[in-house]
């Protein structure tokens, strides 16, 4: 018990520094909002009516037009942005040598990567919530109830916690912070090839089977179902499958990595 609560108490050390990192350097944190605002924009206002045509009734999505559509898949790219961010800022740690101090240090070696991960989803989930409010003010309407609400926010979660784990993994592998920024790029634009813009139907036949079957396709529909009310099926079964995949192994391998270079 008190080895569990030595590590507590250094987690929370490690969150508090990367919570006042973040204040301090705000750049990272507006990079998870600027990208997927500036998408919404484009998507909305520049190809909505070409895009639209047909989604809204097709789909089900409501009678908001096109930003519903694509609101909820623009939404969960804030998600995949700020992996850029953990990644960046876990690998920025590595090479200013403070990751070779802190083992030299009495704390607890878990600490690291527990106040790096925790610290990212509070960031990532303000991030969600800037964007949220800028959909919702660009006309966005969901119809969900407030659990599914709850429901909605705990998957983008559980989304975040496993992308910010393979981030804290690439960080450490990521010999310089700009390696560490394009490493994680596909996972920004990965939801593009999946139903964030268009329905897989629509896809031709290799792109379409790509996009059925990869892992932001099930969570964007599922979210989709939670805030429209438009058929999740098993989408939320497989997106939260994904999640606990991602996570068990963004997880171990941060931790491998982490231990294998305390090692070095």
């Not at 350097?25 to 009516?49: A, H, K, Q, W």
């Not at 989930?125 to 309407?141: P, Q, S």
Request: charged fraction near 10%; hydrophobic fraction near 50%; glycine fraction near 10%.
């Amino acid at each position: 018990m008190a080895t569990v609560s030595y590590a507590a108490r250094d987690s929370r050390t490690m969150l508090r520094r990367n919570l006042k990192k973040a204040v301090r350097y705000p750049s990272l944190t507006l990079t998870v909002v600027i990208m997927p605002v500036m998408m919404l924009l484009l998507f909305n206002y520049v190809f909505g009516n070409a895009l639209g045509t047909g989604t809204s009734t097709s789909t089900g999505t409501g009678t908001g037009g096109y930003i519903d559509y694509v609101a909820p898949g623009i939404i969960l790219m804030a998600a995949t942005s700020g992996a850029l961010t953990t990644a960046i800022s876990v690998c920025v740690d590595k090479t200013e040598g403070i990751v070779n101090r802190f083992r030299t240090m009495p704390i607890s070696q878990a600490s690291f990567l527990t106040g790096h991960v925790i610290g990212s989803v509070i960031q990532t989930m303000i991030g969600i919530a800037l964007v949220i409010g800028t959909a919702l003010l660009m006309g966005f309407r969901p119809n969900a109830t407030p659990v599914e609400w709850l429901a909605a926010i705990g998957l983008l979660a559980f989304l975040t916690l496993a992308l910010t784990w393979l981030s804290a993994g690439i960080g450490l592998v990521a010999r310089t912070p700009e390696t560490a920024s394009n490493i994680p790029m596909p996972l920004t634009f990965l939801p593009f090839l999946g139903s964030a813009i268009v329905p897989p139907d629509s896809m031709p036949t290799g792109l379409r089977w790509f996009a059925e079957n990869q892992p932001f396709t099930p969570i964007i529909e599922t979210l989709r179902g939670l805030w429209l009310g438009t058929e999740i099926g098993n989408n939320a079964a497989i997106g939260l499958a994904w999640c606990a995949a991602l996570s068990l192994v963004g997880y171990l391998w941060a931790r491998h990595t982490f231990r294998t270079g305390a090692k070095r």
